[in-house]
């Protein structure tokens, strides 16, 4: 069982800047990783996606302010999000999948993943 664990969120005002840390499975570089959010009552989104090459595939609203990144010797993905506003706070949630030579990574859509975290609580205030 691939476990995922996800630390670093906390209150924030609008405009400031969080990191987000998962630590993942070993030899974290052979799967398919995801950043997810979901606020109360709406449906889970994808934030950023990351293949095994390091492409990466960021939400629009996301584009420009949040940076994914990968830590393959601490087996950890990393979310930075900088110019937080409030309509990013939500909890939010690393995703995994071990690579599959015929099924490629999905980036952004949930349904390609079938490991989560339990997630961690990003609230933004004006």
């Known amino acids: 069982q691939v476990q995922l664990k996800e630390s670093g969120g906390d209150s924030v005002q609008a405009g400031g800047s969080l990191k987000l840390s998962c630590v993942g499975p070993?030899?974290?570089?052979?799967?398919?990783l995801g950043w997810f959010r979901q606020a109360p009552g709406q449906e889970r989104e994808g934030v950023a996606g990351m293949s095994r090459d390091s492409s990466i595939i960021y939400a629009d609203s996301v584009k420009g302010r949040f940076t994914v990144s990968r830590d393959n010797v601490k087996n950890s993905l990393y979310l930075e999000m900088n110019n937080l506003k409030p309509e990013d706070s939500a909890i939010y949630y690393c995703?995994?999948?071990?690579?599959?030579?015929?099924?490629?990574?999905?980036?952004?859509?949930?349904?390609?993943?079938?490991?989560w975290g339990q997630g961690t609580q990003v609230t933004v205030s004006q």
């Open positions: 995703a995994a999948r071990r690579l599959n030579p015929w099924i490629p990574c999905t980036g952004i859509d949930k349904l390609g993943y079938n490991y």
């Open positions: 070993e030899n974290i570089a052979d799967y398919c």
